[in-house]
Structures are given as C-alpha cells and as structure tokens.
C-alpha cells in the first residue's frame, strides 16, 4: 500500500498537480480538484493486489494508468484505425452521465435513447474500460451514427454465445437475458436482437433493462403478464449495483425504446 500511494503521489505532482491527496485510509484515497465541490474517492485495491510481489517499475506503470484515467485527465485523439475494434455501446442514465461530465470536466458521448436513458461509448483499453468524450469523437472525424455504428457491430461480434432464457411464470412467459458479460444490456440496440424477440414472442414486444446486465422481455397485450414485468423490473433496478431504468418499455423497432405508462 505505501508503495502506490507514494508512487501516485510522485505522479500527481509531475502530471495532475492541481489534483492534491487530502486523505488516506487502508485502500482508499480521497483527491480534491480546485473545480470541484467535494474530494473525489480512489479505491487502490487493484493496484496494490496486482503490484504486490512486482517490481517498482510495476508499481509505475499501474499508477500511470490510474492517473490517466482520473477526471480532467488529456486523452490522446481517438485513432480509430488503431482503436475502433475496442469501442463498445453501453446503455447509460442520462443523469449519471451529465454528473461524469462535470467530474471530467469535458462531455462524455451520450446519444439520447429515452427522457431518462442514452447511448455512451466505451473504450477498451488494457482491461480496463472508460467512456470516451464527445471531443474525441469529433477529433476522430466521425459523427454519432457512425460512432454508434462501429460500436454495435463490434458487439454484435461479441454476441455469438448471447444467452436468452425463457421463464415460465403464473402470468405467461418471460424472456430474460443471461450471458454474464456485462452487455447484455446494450445489446437493446442491435437489430438482431429484435429480430429474435419477435420470433419467440410472436407479436409486440414490451422490454426491461433494469442494470446493464440483464434485460427482461415479453409480450405486449396481457395486463397481468406487463405487471409481472413492470413489478420485476422496478424490484431489480432499486437493488442493483448499476441501475439503469426502473420503467418499461415499448420495443417497437431495432434500437427504440418507448416509455410505456405503468399499470
């Protein structure tokens, strides 16, 4: 532990130095930035397990990555030659995006889905990932339906072991997505995903993405059946770690998502 705070404080004062550490407790350390209200946490638990019987020279490269990923940081332009087989779609709240972008002060990419919803855009980047900003898109020279597009089709490559479960309740039947890779989510956008859902469900198809792990689906038309889904939905969203949206949805075409009043 001593090791990387003090190499992350070595790094701030070359590179962030108007970041300062103001507090320290087992793995955890708080930065403050003269923009912002309050200090920001920084969990060191990777860091310091991945590092443990390393070199210095490791405990350097970890810390670099850190500070490069801290808010406010400058991010090289985005080659998308080099770099758009990593970029990835992520359902998003709207909410929690505008708040990231304060922290960094810089906007994130965010496309409008929903009042409530939006499409943002990951970046892989030595298993780690992070959100790109707006301004690296616009330096790349893409506008957002193409950005968007490079990113579902890298998903859609992603999707061969897709995993859609059907769960037969009192109510009728619930189709639930299980495939344990963090998209599932996302995965809303792709047409294929339509395309599928109508095949098993027959006819209209109602939709819940509760966290961005999972989505629920069923179809449209059965009053007791919506209810089952609404009520699944709004339990799952309050107790997840990645909250995406307590509402369902009309899934009426590939990638749309229509607020559907609650019963």
């Given at each position: 532990?001593?090791?990387?705070v ?12 108007e970041?300062r ?7 955890s ?19 310091v397990?991945?590092t443990r ?32 087989h ?7 709240r ?12 810089a906007?994130l ?8 919803l ?13 959100y ?5 898109t616009?330096r ?11 990113a ?23 189709f ?14 792709l ?31 059965d ?10 939905t ?22 749309e ?7």
């Amino acid at each position: 532990v001593p090791r990387v705070v003090r190499g992350l404080s070595r790094r701030l004062s070359v590179e962030r130095p108007e970041l300062r550490l103001v507090e320290h407790f087992d793995l955890s350390v708080s930065l403050s930035h003269p923009d912002l209200a309050e200090p920001f946490a920084l969990d060191l638990s990777r860091a310091v397990s991945s590092t443990r019987d390393q070199s210095e020279a490791a405990v350097e490269r970890v810390v670099g990555r850190l500070v490069s990923m801290l808010p406010g940081a400058a991010t090289p332009a985005l080659d998308l030659v080099r770099e758009k087989h990593r970029i990835l779609p992520r359902l998003a709240r709207r909410a929690q995006m505008a708040e990231l972008s304060a922290q960094a002060s810089a906007p994130l990419f965010c496309h409008t889905l929903t009042d409530e919803l939006g499409v943002a855009l990951q970046l892989e980047v030595e298993g780690r990932t992070r959100y790109l900003r707006e301004s690296e898109t616009a330096r790349a020279g893409i506008d957002v339906a193409r950005a968007i597009g490079l990113a579902l089709e890298n998903l859609a490559e992603r999707s061969a072991r897709f995993r859609l479960v059907r769960e037969d309740l009192p109510e009728g039947a619930l189709f639930v997505a299980r495939s344990g890779d963090g998209l599932d989510s996302a995965r809303v956008l792709l047409p294929e995903l339509h395309a599928l859902l109508l095949a098993r469900i027959g006819g209209p198809v109602l939709i819940g993405v509760p966290h961005r792990d999972s989505f629920y689906a069923c179809a449209a038309g059965d009053a007791a059946l919506t209810r089952a889904l609404c009520e699944r939905t709004a339990y799952d969203a309050a107790r997840a770690p990645h909250t995406l949206s307590a509402a369902v949805h009309a899934f009426t075409c590939p990638g749309e998502l229509r607020l559907l009043p609650l019963l």
